[in-house]
């Protein structure tokens, strides 16, 4: 007995020479930690708070833009060529000026037609030095513009359609990520509840296991038993002290990784509390897929494929042509030597400018980008089908696995209460001498299996039914969608 308490002092010396603080976690808690101070949380949220901002980066490039450009100052020194009228021929000259501009221009995208409208005003100054010097101010003050490509292609339409959808697409993520921790965090807590199970059966069974030799050895003195059944024991008790100290070694790993994942100190001594029987719930598949149809930021992104797969065969289609543009604008204009005349009488100013590019001859380049975004588009819907049936078979899988599930929790619970209580039974008529110790060792083990079984199930009910959460994006425990009650506060 007291190699055995030296085990187990061994055994919760080494747990508590890495432990400082002691916790004691439910699953919801460890879930609600996972979700609130994870480095893995902590990832998903700077992933919602990017494509937020790429969303308010859209939602800004709709409204008008004010830009002031600027050349405050630039001074040129230097020789040109420049042609002498009376000598009829071309010579060089020094020269030296000094120049300064300014644009105040407000800027507003139109998304029906692709074009952008434009209202600015403008100033100017320059000064000649040398041997006949003279100061010159130029200003618009207002003009009025508006400028498009001609070729029908319209890349505020199609970012209308795609940049909402992306940021749904994010919302429903960020979700998504949430509740795949909360799968991580299941995973973690359980496995800590398995070695903390197998731990404290370790223990139990050593303890046991030491109390059933010295009972053989005093049996033995009656010749109640054999030689080879006190061996038997004695094997027994050093096989018992070897399970002690590997359960002991599982448990302190498996703490140290959801210390780890909680964000946690590492050497915080966590002890789990197992839930109890959950309570009865049986998921209809075909609501499981309308809500993932609905909510899974999956389906989204396969529809902003396809949207993006579109757009670029629409672009190329209608550049495969030609390109041409149009920039138009009316104002005034006036310049003087001096400021204060410069606003003065100012002139009409008009400006209609169209350009054009048409392909000659460019060997099938246009018409080669043409047909490989038409390609590429057959392609991304072929996938995206391949993907919406995929998803859907994982639905469906995880919830008939859910729905199975609850009725194996519960068999598992009656087989750990009917092998514990077995045990107890031929533990005692062993120690009485009516049972024998190959029964004894095969009732130990079936307890053990029917603790590992029960802790199992519980594992995998409660993964599926996170699993089912982040596929689906709805409670149906609470019959609520994850997604309608998103709430970001930035």
Same mark, same amino acid.
């Given at each position: 007995m007291k190699k055995i308490s030296l085990i187990l002092l061994l055994g919760l010396g080494t747990l508590s020479a890495f432990s400082q603080q002691r916790i004691t976690l439910d699953l919801q808690q460890t879930i609600a930690m996972a979700n609130d101070s994870s480095l893995e949380a902590f990832r998903t949220k700077n992933m919602y708070l990017s494509g937020y901002w790429e969303y308010r980066t859209f939602k800004a490039n709709r409204l008008p833009s004010l830009t002031l450009n600027m050349t405050p100052a630039q001074y040129n020194r230097d020789i040109t060529k420049r042609y002498d009228s009376e000598q009829d021929l071309d010579i060089y000259r020094s020269q030296q000026s000094f120049y300064a501009y300014g644009n105040l221009a407000i800027r507003q995208n139109f998304d029906l037609t692709g074009g952008t409208f434009y209202l600015d005003t403008e100033l100017g100054f320059m000064r000649s030095f040398g041997s006949n010097? !003279? +100061?010159q101010f130029t200003s618009v003050p207002v003009r009025l513009g508006y400028s498009q490509s001609l070729v029908g292609y319209n890349a505020f339409r199609w970012e209308r359609r795609i940049e909402p959808l992306k940021y749904e697409k994010i919302k429903k993520e960020y979700i998504y990520n949430a509740e795949q921790v909360s799968e991580q965090a299941t995973n973690y807590f359980f496995t800590l509840a398995m070695a903390q199970a197998?731990? &404290?059966l370790a223990k139990e069974n050593a303890i046991s296991t &030491? +109390? *059933?030799y010295r009972i053989g050895m005093q049996r033995l003195k009656i010749a109640s038993i054999s030689r080879a059944d006190l061996l038997t024991l004695k094997l027994d008790v050093v096989n018992a002290r070897n399970t002690l100290q590997n359960a002991a070694s599982s448990l302190k790993r498996a703490m140290f990784s959801l210390a780890s994942f909680l964000n946690l100190e590492k050497n915080t001594e966590i002890k789990v509390s197992l839930p109890g029987r959950p309570q009865s719930l049986i998921?209809?598949?075909d609501e @499981?897929?309308? @809500? @993932?149809?609905n909510n899974n930021p999956d389906f989204l992104e396969l529809r902003q494929n396809i949207l993006e797969a579109e757009q670029r065969v629409d672009k190329t289609k209608k550049e495969s042509?030609?390109?041409?543009?149009? =920039?138009?604008s009316i104002g005034f204009n006036q310049v003087?030597?001096?400021f204060n005349q410069a606003y003065r009488h100012p002139m009409q100013q008009e400006m209609v400018s169209v350009s054009v590019s048409v392909p000659l001859i460019d060997w099938g380049v246009r018409k080669g980008k043409y047909n490989m975004a038409k390609n590429n588009l057959n392609i991304v819907k072929t996938s995206a089908r391949q993907s919406e049936i995929s998803i859907e078979e994982e639905v469906i899988m995880t919830v008939s696995d859910f729905n199975v599930q609850q009725g194996l929790v519960a068999s598992a619970e009656e087989a750990l209460d009917l092998s514990i209580l077995a045990y107890n039974e031929t533990r005692q008529r062993f120690i009485i001498g009516k049972a024998d110790i190959n029964s004894l060792t095969l009732s130990l083990n079936r307890q053990q299996e029917a603790q590992r079984n029960y802790i199992s199930a *519980?594992? =995998? !009910?409660? *993964?599926n039914y996170y699993k089912i959460r982040k596929l689906t994006l709805h409670d149906f425990a609470s019959g609520f969608s994850l997604s309608e009650k998103f709430d970001y506060d930035l």
């Open positions: 010097p !003279y +100061t197998e731990y &404290d &030491d +109390t *059933l998921i209809p598949v @499981a897929l309308m @809500a @993932a149809k042509r030609f390109n041409a543009g149009i =920039n138009a003087s030597e001096k *519980l594992k =995998n !009910y409660w *993964l």
